[in-house]
């Protein structure tokens, strides 16, 4: 695996978020009128390591809020969540909080992988973004998606562009005003305009449908 230096691999920081924010303003006005209505968006960054990834994979398909309790179920059950006490637990347990069948199986897949070393969650922290995904890419039950979040929230790239993110989608179609759901390649198009920030750009989105839902 060919890694960069530590300084090569700039995670987005409240600092440069803000100039981020400002620069994407400044070149999309349908960007700025969010920031306008509701702020700048929070950097929701995460802890990279195990914990988050596994909560990653709880999130698929699910609403944030029915994946948070699923985790603190784990969490409470084994106090701390780390791989080797994951690795440890039957299916039967984690489907008795809250798991299905099938993310048991992919959580327990990479707790085992991180256990018997071949996936080193912090050496590969400090891998570019494409060596990155395609490690993650490897593993049983992390598609592009989970990858992308990963990316984007543990390691704080400054220009991911989750995929096929429902959120996102339904934000771009209210703040470009479109009438009806864009497709992936057109959104892919759309996204392309806020390179280097492309990860900026899908925080102020989430913002703006997190805030829209919250005054609904």
């Not at 988050?52 to 699923?70: D, P, Y």
Request: charged share 25%; hydrophobic share 45%; proline share 6%.
């Amino acid at each position: 695996m060919k890694l960069l230096p530590a300084d090569k691999v700039p995670p987005l920081d409240e600092k440069t978020m803000l100039a981020a924010t400002q620069e994407l303003c400044a070149a999309d006005p349908d960007l700025r009128a969010v920031v306008e209505e509701f702020g700048p968006p929070p950097l929701w960054a995460r802890q990279p390591g195990f914990a988050t990834l596994l909560r990653t994979i709880l999130e698929q398909q699910v609403s944030l809020a029915s994946a948070a309790a699923t985790f603190s179920r784990l969490e409470a059950a084994i106090n701390t969540v780390t791989a080797d006490r994951v690795v440890g637990l039957s299916e039967e347990k984690l489907r008795a909080l809250g798991f299905t069948r099938q993310k048991a199986g992919y959580c327990q897949a990479l707790a085992a992988l991180i256990e018997n070393g071949h996936l080193n969650l912090r050496q590969l922290s400090r891998a570019d973004d494409v060596t990155v995904r395609d490690e993650l890419l490897k593993v049983r039950g992390i598609g592009p998606w989970t990858a992308d979040v990963y990316l984007l929230m543990a390691l704080r790239r400054p220009d991911i562009w989750p995929d096929g993110d429902l959120a996102l989608v339904a934000a771009i179609r209210r703040v470009k005003r479109l009438r009806s759901q864009p497709t992936a390649n057109r959104i892919r198009t759309m996204a392309s305009h806020w390179q280097p920030w492309r990860s900026v750009a899908a925080r102020i989105l989430w913002h703006f449908y997190l805030s829209q839902r919250a005054a609904a």
